[in-house]
């Protein structure tokens, strides 16, 4: 039952976070700066293996679209994403998680979030897979994707790693 009451908590702190929406609490300062990314230097890191990027996107949007090659399909959205981010943080530092979304938004937000929480570090990829306005995104970049089938498989790999 705790268990449960701790999922709600942080689904509704994260949706707090994702909207936008505010309690007139502010962020406490001292946390670290966030990394920011380009899509082509993250592409780099995950090939070198000395990143994971997470494609914070919804099911729906994955389908559509693909993901780029060495992301997992980690949605926010999902009711045990807190599960799996803290699954994630026993393995990997902060500074070794990236996320990526359609346009950035989400991901600043989600790192934004984790950071005032004190989880500072975590990587942002703003630019998205679409662009942002600023930076034309994965996509436009023509970074190399891969279908939702071998992102769910290249993810379940870590998962197995956890329970043998």
Known sequence: MLALIAQRVWLL????????????????????????????RAHDLIKEKEMILLDIRTPEEWAETGLAEGAWPV??????????????????????IGLICATGGRSTRLVDFLASKGIPGVVNVPEGMFGNGKQPGWVARNLPMATLDAAFEDYRGFEQQLDP
């Open 75 to 96: 949605s926010m959205h999902e009711r045990d994403f807190g599960k799996r981010f803290t699954q994630l943080l026993q393995t990997y530092r902060p500074d070794q």
């Open 13 to 40: 702190l994260l949706l707090i976070a994702v909207t936008g929406f505010t309690l007139g609490v502010s962020t406490p300062a001292g946390f670290a700066e966030s990394v920011v990314l380009t899509a082509p």
